[in-house]
């Protein structure tokens, strides 16, 4: 049975049709625009419903626009143009529109994940179930503070994933166009909630492989922050096979090392560039690749480096004992094994594309997003 997608009321003003590179300041102004818009044909129903779903849709509204990169409809617009796609036709506005829909996907993504991670603040705000838990402080209201603000956030998640459908029937594609994009669409809603269910289960499982953490990083993230944005604008493009199976090669191996990379900048990164306190995934638990391999070699070589990342990774860590698990995951040779499994997945990627039939200026484009997507720690 064909996909389909929810339909919402309004189209919304198409932004002007751009030349600029994704991962450029003029890149993430058109698709904000286009988010800003979209947001704008909601607000006569979403007024309906009163005061308190004009707060709620209000605060989505300031996630959405906070701020980001806009990777995923970067990804999606480079997908488009590879395979064709003019960003000067008549088409480009409501292709733009799809794209930016992504963002909205992945505010589901955040806001939920902030949820089941218990995390506290997100790009240096608090996360949305913490914003509503103290304004549930603050007017006085009766019952638990934190359940209401965890129940609004669920709620603000699963208005944004359908405002994601709704942006992209509203975008002004044609009808042929919008079918082919649902397909892709309905598939990579299914593959990143699975995959937070991996990482969910995984976690509560104690499943403590390298097979385990890649399968999770392959759904939770690859599938849904390039493989399948460059897919759907191969499917916007009506572009054939070969270029889809390039475009889903490369999309899955940079997707995995963005992951990986990610996972690196989780302990060790810098708190004012990546927005959440240092070594919070440590605290968290998280069961990264990086985690894995560490306790991988330490049972090998170190059993008692392995024994105080078991005993360790997941609790309430103090600065100091956050230190001693990176010199840990350092000196039993996980970093050098991440880096050099980024390293690899990278090289594999970046030949996939290169063989590929996507336009040069593309093929350029990609290759310096994914160089980006990767880069070393400084």
């Given amino acids: 049975m064909e996909a389909t997608l929810s339909a919402g009321p309004g189209t919304p003003t198409r932004p002007s049709p ?27 129903t979403v007024g309906e419903l009163g005061p308190i779903f004009v707060d709620a849709a209000e605060a989505l509204e300031s996630f959405v626009l906070r701020g980001g990169k806009r990777t995923r409809p970067g990804f999606a617009w480079t997908g488009w143009l590879g395979a064709g796609g003019d960003p000067e036709g008549p088409e480009a506005p409501a292709v733009l529109n799809a794209c930016a829909a992504l963002e909205l996907v992945q505010a589901c993504a955040l806001i939920h994940d902030d949820i089941i991670d218990a995390s506290r603040t997100r790009r240096r705000f ?60 309905a598939k990579m809603r299914t593959e990143v909630l699975g995959g937070q269910l991996l990482d969910i289960h995984g976690e509560a499982s104690g499943d403590e492989s390298v097979a385990a953490a890649l399968r999770i990083n392959r759904y939770k993230t690859a599938a849904y922050t390039v493989e399948r944005p460059l897919h759907l604008g191969a499917a916007l493009a009506d572009a054939g096979p070969e270029l889809i ?108 594309i290169d063989s590929s039939s996507a336009v040069p200026s593309a093929k350029e484009h990609l290759h310096a997003m994914a160089l980006a997507a990767t880069r070393r720690l400084a």
Wanted: glycine share 8%; charged share 25%; net charge negative.
């Fill in 18 to 44: 751009t030349s600029a590179t994704p991962g450029t300041p003029a890149f993430a102004a058109a698709v904000e625009q286009a988010l800003t818009a979209f947001f704008a044909t909601r607000r006569d």
């Fill in 126 to 185: 608090p996360t949305v179930h913490v914003d509503f838990e103290q304004r549930h402080r603050d007017r006085g209201w009766a019952g638990d503070a934190p359940r209401f603000g965890t129940g609004v956030a669920i709620l603000i998640g699963d208005l944004a994933l359908a405002w994601a459908d709704d942006m992209v029937h509203a975008s002004g594609l044609a009808p042929q166009a919008v079918a082919r994009f649902a397909t892709v669409w």
């Fill in 245 to 352: 199976r390039s475009y889903r090669d490369f999309g899955t191996d940079i997707g995995i090392a963005f992951q990986l990379r990610d996972d690196l900048l989780g302990v060790f990164g810098d708190p004012s560039v990546t927005g959440k306190p240092s070594g919070d995934d440590l605290r968290e638990g998280k069961r990264t690749v990086l985690i894995a391999e560490a306790l991988q070699r330490g049972d090998k070589s170190d059993p008692a480096a392995a024994e105080l990342l078991r005993t360790s990774v997941g609790t309430d860590l103090s600065a100091a004992q956050v230190d001693r698990l990176r010199e840990a995951l350092t000196e039993l040779g996980a970093v050098e094994a991440v880096e050099a499994r980024i390293a690899e997945l990278t090289e594999r990627a970046l030949a996939a």
